[in-house]
């Protein structure tokens, strides 16, 4: 992630709310779009980047959001891309919530740094993406009413019990997965926008050729399929995760997951490590995914040493190397006529 400054020169982190050094309030500033300080007069803010008259998201009064805005009383941009907050009783939920929309904001920041939908064109005005945290519920019935994780047309819903880590390590070991993340998911769920509301009407020929034609092959009974015989056994030749096995659409939405990882650990390695790794759509992507995979082996070795997980589990084929390419790709892909 993108660090900013203070102004006693103190780097910012994307969650950092005073600054250790000056004790300044910190945050992100949604008028210059920056991670900065912010400085109090007279009960005014100013930002200490664009000096404008800053007011707080109305979402800080939960301790859910770190931005503000140039007028008082509003959502920050961010905060709006959410359609359902959990109730507001429960300590626990809105602590959950607050999880969810770091990882959201992280992954929002992430699509406008690259300019992939819905930051691309028009395509946030025709394909809105939005988002719902929900919580397992019971109808008036009596009847359990589970919330599934997904994407559809453009809304993605996270069921907020994944914000509780011992729920997802659980599911995490349950379902033979390397790792299971709030900010994955988000990575996950966003690459199901991506095909949809990008991927394919710009390049529908090329996507073909590396995942399949989705429509081709029953959803239902792929799954079933999956879940009753498990991938093949050479699916890491062609597969950036089992999972990917089961349908074209989750083998796009792990490979796009996969390439905000590598793109975020490029961009966290040059705020931070000086590396001036190219990172535009223009990048030669097969020379920065080594560069990548060389910080991997690094600092996979400080994980291991304390007993953590490997940076990035996934092992890259030359196969997934070509569908990483493309998801590259479709950063610089011009809009298409609409599919009938
Ligand atoms: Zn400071
Ligand atoms: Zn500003
Ligand atoms: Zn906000
Ligand atoms: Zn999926």
């Known amino acids: 992630m993108k660090t900013g400054t203070c102004r006693c020169d103190n780097r910012i982190f994307f969650d950092n709310h005073t600054c250790v050094s000056c004790e300044a309030s910190l945050g992100r500033c949604t008028v210059c779009d920056s991670l900065t300080s912010f400085t109090q007069r007279k009960n005014r803010l100013r930002c200490d980047t664009c000096e404008v008259q800053a007011y707080p998201c109305i979402n800080q009064e939960h301790g859910i959001c770190q931005c503000y805005n140039a007028k008082p009383g509003q959502l920050c941009v961010w905060c709006a891309y959410t359609r359902v907050i959990p109730p507001l009783d429960q300590p626990e939920s809105i602590q959950r919530w607050s999880r969810m929309e770091s990882a959201k904001r992280r992954l929002l920041l992430q699509l406008k740094d690259l300019g992939l939908p819905p930051f691309v064109g028009d395509t946030a ?41 011992v729920h997802r390590e659980t599911l995490r070991v349950q379902l033979g997965e390397p790792q299971r993340t709030l900010i994955g998911h988000m990575r996950h769920e966003v690459g199901h926008y991506i095909d949809w509301s990008w991927a394919m009407r710009v390049a ?53 997951n996969v390439y905000l990882d590598i793109m975020a650990i490029a961009t966290t390695s040059n705020a931070l490590a000086g590396k001036k790794l190219d990172l535009s759509a223009d ?58």
């Open 125 to 165: 005005e025709e394909y809105p993406l939005l988002f719902e945290f929900r919580e397992d519920s019971v109808d008036e019935n009596g009847n359990p009413q589970k919330v599934i994780t997904g994407h559809q047309n453009g809304l993605i819903t996270i069921n907020l019990k994944e914000a509780d880590s």
């Open 204 to 256: 529908k020929g090329r996507y073909h050729e590396l995942f399949g034609d989705p429509d081709a092959i029953d959803y239902s009974e792929a799954m079933k399929r999956h879940y009753e015989s498990g991938p093949p056994a050479d699916w890491a030749d062609q597969h950036v995760s089992a999972y990917a096995t089961m349908h074209p659409w989750e083998d796009f939405a792990e490979t796009v």
């Open 283 to 340: 990048a030669d992507h097969r020379k920065l995914v080594q560069a990548v995979l060389k910080i991997v082996i690094e600092v996979s070795e400080y994980n291991l040493d304390l007993g953590l997980l490997p940076l990035l589990p996934e092992q890259l084929s030359p196969a997934v190397l070509d569908k990483l390419a493309f998801i590259h790709e479709l950063r610089s892909a011009k809009k298409a006529e609409p599919v009938a």
